[in-house]
């Protein structure tokens, strides 16, 4: 390795390029190559560690202008060829070309250092991963990031297998391509400083365009480390912005990077990674909801995070979609509170998600009143005290989705090794480890917020607006409650909550409440200047029935307010079976309120109706972290929510 080291520092240096006197090339099996502060030296604030002229730089401009020693075994230039393939495949298949050329090669002193393509995993990211190591990331979204990855390349290499002279094609393997994206993924920047040195008409182009830095990418990653990128107009170069003291190894910043980054990209983790976190996936329904919204409203995307560098932004990683814009994909981090980069206690940890991504995703959880009366779009902040129902639902579904992924990952740990056995399963282990504490943490983050809003704290009142199914079996008024008690108890067997979810009854108790109190707020004839004969709702039901007649039409518009929506089969199934305990309940009271000639089946669909849109689906806040028995909850929105302007 020393050879190699020497010859490639003299080639860098006779191109132009340039280490800072104190800087030196080392290598160590666990490093690989990367520089150090010369012993006994110092590296000042503001000195430049690394500099690398445009003249070795490694890109699809050099296949532009010809560069290639013999022109053999790929189709070029790519300008105007007839079988087209993206600028970064193009550069895949030449940087195999190079590494195929040997010392023929221009670059062959800087091609040589690179990790060895010829060994059965040359780097150690999770397309080059066996059976054994994959066991580790079953369950996780690095699986699917994986899988994902490996399907594009697969389709870019073959489409690009094509430009190649027939007679080489088997010296271009699918292993070598593997090979030649990983190191691009991993080792690139992207070409946006190039505009200065390039046609115009390509500036827009130059972000999709990775350039291989020699010299450069010899920095590993710390994300402590504070550096400054920078293009000079002819050479690309890294300042150091904090002083070094000798034998210390100098890192680069890659930016922020969560562990499922770094592993796919880099193929190594960080321990107490700062920036860790949990993707989120919405769904494929969920998307085309807020891409249809967004484009409605004209919402815009959320902004970026700005980069450190002076003309070129961040290093590439894979290039996998992830933004959650267009892809429904976001992501949890946990915040620590104590500030030194420790996992806090759940009870005290903050959450933090890209942003936008709760305003975006709250979008996927409008219900058909929400979407028609066009709710202004709020981010639904964690501990809000504005409260809606749609918020709620959110924050709901998130709680959901955490728990859903932790229990992929659990279920997954079967067949498991119990330690991990080379350096590869070592960091997937730790982000299996990671992604479960990050899921539990946040799930049961929002869960304590969703109690303490409906009450569970002894110390924190309940929200009178949420109404669990417990609260429904003890809503006032008392004769309305025995009418309601004594239809549940009859028609579904119990007037345990409890019971009532985990027989899936908990809709239906909710459906034959809202029934019983329209039934209950409907005038009764009594003699002039009698009492009337039945007790007042409490004044937040009543408001919220006036809520609903409001968004939802009263009794002489049942049949044309949701015309739009016809019922489906499982619907009127349902309805039946209501209308039968709403008959069973008057047959056995005659005096029961549900005995009321209104107590029709189409009442009892419109109640299903009201009730699907306005409930959303919690986790179980009597639960433990896994607990999988989900609840419904039913918010008592206010007229005053919706009487903003659009």
Same mark, same amino acid.
């Given at each position: 390795?020393?050879?190699?080291?020497?010859?490639?520092?003299?080639?860098?240096?006779?191109?132009?390029?340039?280490?800072?006197?104190?800087?030196?090339?080392?290598?160590?099996?666990?490093?690989?190559?990367?520089?150090?502060?010369?012993?006994?030296?110092?590296?000042?604030?503001?000195?430049?560690?690394?500099?690398?002229?445009?003249?070795?730089?490694?890109?699809?401009?050099?296949?532009?202008?010809?560069?290639?020693?013999?022109?053999?075994?790929?189709?070029?230039?790519?300008?105007?060829?007839?079988?087209?393939?993206?600028?970064?495949?193009?550069?895949?298949?030449?940087?195999?070309?190079?590494?195929?050329?040997?010392?023929?090669?221009?670059?062959?002193?800087?091609?040589?250092?690179?990790?060895?393509?010829?060994?059965?995993?040359?780097?150690?990211?999770?397309?080059?991963?066996?059976?054994?190591?994959?066991?580790?990331?079953?369950?996780?979204?690095?699986?699917?990031?994986?899988?994902?990855?490996?399907?594009?390349?697969?389709?870019?290499?073959?489409? *690009? $297998?094509?430009?190649?002279? +027939? %007679?080489?094609?088997?010296?271009? &393997? @699918?292993?070598?391509?593997?090979? !030649?994206?990983? /190191?691009?993924?991993?080792?690139?920047?992207?070409?946006?400083?190039?505009?200065?040195?390039?046609?115009?008409?390509?500036?827009?182009?130059?972000?999709?365009?990775?350039?291989?830095?020699? *010299? $450069?990418?010899?920095?590993? +990653? %710390?994300?402590?480390?504070?550096? &400054? @990128?920078?293009?000079?107009?002819? !050479?690309?170069? /890294?300042?150091?912005?904090?002083?070094?003291?000798?034998?210390?190894?100098?890192?680069?910043?890659?930016?922020?990077?969560?562990?499922?980054?770094?592993?796919?990209?880099?193929?190594?983790?960080?321990?107490?990674?700062?920036?860790?976190?949990?993707?989120?996936?919405?769904?494929?329904?969920?998307?085309?909801?807020?891409?249809? /919204?967004?484009?409605?409203?004209?919402?815009?995307?959320?902004?970026?995070?700005?980069?450190?560098?002076?003309?070129?932004?961040?290093?590439?990683?894979?290039?996998?979609?992830?933004?959650?814009?267009?892809?429904?994909?976001?992501?949890?981090?946990?915040?620590?509170?104590?500030?030194?980069?420790?996992?806090?206690?759940?009870?005290?940890?903050?959450?933090?998600?890209?942003?936008?991504?709760?305003?975006?995703?709250?979008?996927?959880?409008?219900?058909?009143?929400?979407?028609?009366?066009?709710?202004?779009?709020?981010?639904?902040?964690?501990?809000?005290?504005?409260?809606?129902?749609?918020?709620?639902?959110?924050?709901?579904?998130?709680?959901?989705?955490?728990?859903?992924?932790?229990?992929?990952?659990?279920?997954?740990?079967?067949?498991?090794?119990?330690?991990?056995?080379?350096?590869?399963?070592?960091?997937?282990?730790?982000?299996?480890?990671?992604?479960?504490?990050?899921?539990?943490?946040?799930?049961?983050?929002?869960?304590?917020?969703?109690?303490?809003?409906?009450?569970?704290?002894?110390?924190?009142?309940?929200?009178?607006?949420?109404?669990?199914?417990?609260?429904?079996?003890?809503?006032?008024?008392?004769?309305?409650?025995?009418?309601?008690?004594?239809?549940?108890?009859?028609?579904?067997?119990?007037?345990?909550?409890?019971?009532?979810?985990?027989?899936?009854?908990?809709?239906?108790?909710?459906?034959?409440?809202?029934?019983?109190?329209?039934?209950?707020?409907?005038?009764?004839?009594?003699?002039?200047?009698?009492?009337?004969?039945?007790?007042?709702?409490?004044?937040?039901?009543?408001?919220?029935?006036?809520?609903?007649?409001?968004?939802?039409?009263?009794?002489?518009?049942?049949?044309?307010?949701?015309?739009?929506?016809?019922?489906?089969?499982?619907?009127?199934?349902?309805?039946?079976?209501?209308?039968?305990?709403?008959?069973?309940?008057?047959?056995?009271?005659?005096?029961?309120?549900?005995?009321?000639?209104?107590?029709?089946?189409?009442?009892?669909?419109?109640?299903?109706?009201?009730?699907?849109?306005?409930?959303?689906?919690?986790?179980?806040?009597?639960?433990?972290?896994?607990?999988?028995?989900?609840?419904?909850?039913?918010?008592?929105?206010?007229?005053?929510?919706?009487?903003?302007?659009?």
């Amino acid at each position: 390795m020393s050879d190699k080291l020497d010859i490639f520092r003299d080639w860098f240096l006779k191109g132009g390029g340039r280490f800072c006197e104190h800087v030196k090339l080392r290598y160590d099996p666990h490093r690989n190559v990367h520089l150090r502060v010369e012993e006994g030296q110092r590296l000042e604030a503001g000195s430049c560690i690394v500099s690398c002229p445009h003249a070795l730089t490694l890109s699809q401009f050099n296949i532009r202008r010809g560069r290639s020693s013999n022109g053999d075994g790929l189709y070029s230039p790519v300008s105007d060829h007839a079988d087209p393939i993206t600028r970064l495949s193009l550069l895949r298949f030449f940087l195999i070309e190079q590494y195929l050329l040997g010392e023929q090669s221009f670059w062959w002193p800087y091609i040589s250092l690179l990790p060895d393509p010829c060994s059965a995993c040359p780097v150690d990211t999770p397309l080059f991963y066996d059976e054994d190591d994959l066991k580790w990331i079953r369950g996780t979204s690095l699986e699917h990031s994986r899988r994902r990855t490996e399907e594009l390349w697969k389709a870019e290499y073959a489409q *690009g $297998l094509r430009t190649v002279r +027939h %007679s080489d094609r088997d010296r271009y &393997t @699918w292993h070598l391509y593997k090979w !030649a994206a990983t /190191i691009i993924a991993s080792r690139s920047f992207p070409g946006t400083a190039l505009a200065s040195t390039h046609c115009l008409e390509e500036k827009g182009q130059l972000e999709a365009c990775p350039v291989l830095l020699p *010299g $450069l990418d010899l920095l590993n +990653h %710390s994300p402590a480390a504070k550096v &400054t @990128w920078r293009w000079t107009g002819q !050479a690309y170069c /890294i300042d150091t912005e904090t002083s070094l003291p000798g034998g210390t190894e100098i890192f680069n910043n890659y930016a922020p990077k969560s562990n499922e980054e770094l592993i796919m990209g880099y193929g190594f983790s960080l321990f107490r990674n700062p920036s860790d976190h949990c993707n989120i996936a919405l769904g494929a329904m969920a998307v085309a909801s807020i891409k249809d /919204i967004s484009r409605r409203r004209n919402f815009a995307s959320p902004s970026k995070i700005p980069s450190r560098a002076k003309g070129f932004s961040s290093k590439t990683t894979m290039d996998v979609p992830l933004d959650h814009s267009s892809s429904g994909i976001g992501w949890v981090r946990l915040v620590p509170s104590s500030g030194d980069g420790s996992h806090p206690e759940t009870e005290n940890i903050q959450l933090a998600f890209p942003e936008g991504f709760l305003q975006q995703a709250s979008i996927a959880f409008f219900n058909t009143r929400e979407r028609l009366t066009g709710i202004p779009l709020r981010d639904a902040k964690i501990g809000s005290t504005e409260l809606t129902r749609n918020r709620l639902h959110t924050l709901s579904a998130i709680a959901l989705i955490l728990q859903k992924q932790s229990s992929e990952i659990i279920a997954s740990n079967v067949g498991l090794p119990r330690w991990p056995r080379n350096l590869r399963q070592f960091h997937a282990a730790r982000y299996r480890r990671g992604q479960l504490h990050i899921l539990r943490s946040a799930s049961s983050s929002i869960v304590a917020k969703l109690r303490r809003i409906a009450g569970l704290n002894p110390s924190s009142p309940r929200d009178k607006r949420i109404m669990r199914l417990e609260h429904v079996l003890k809503s006032p008024p008392k004769d309305f409650l025995c009418d309601f008690r004594a239809a549940i108890h009859h028609g579904l067997g119990t007037r345990d909550a409890e019971k009532l979810r985990q027989q899936d009854l908990a809709e239906s108790a909710f459906v034959l409440w809202l029934c019983g109190l329209w039934l209950w707020s409907l005038p009764t004839p009594r003699p002039e200047g009698q009492a009337p004969i039945r007790q007042k709702l409490p004044a937040r039901t009543a408001g919220w029935l006036a809520f609903v007649r409001t968004n939802y039409g009263d009794d002489s518009e049942i049949g044309t307010r949701w015309s739009a929506l016809p019922a489906s089969e499982e619907g009127r199934l349902l309805t039946e079976s209501h209308h039968c305990i709403v008959k069973a309940a008057a047959e056995k009271n005659p005096q029961s309120i549900y005995s009321h000639p209104e107590a029709t089946e189409d009442r009892l669909l419109w109640c299903l109706r009201v009730i699907r849109e306005e409930s959303f689906v919690s986790p179980n806040l009597e639960g433990k972290v896994d607990d999988e028995t989900d609840e419904i909850i039913l918010f008592l929105e206010e007229d005053i929510t919706f009487t903003e302007a659009h």
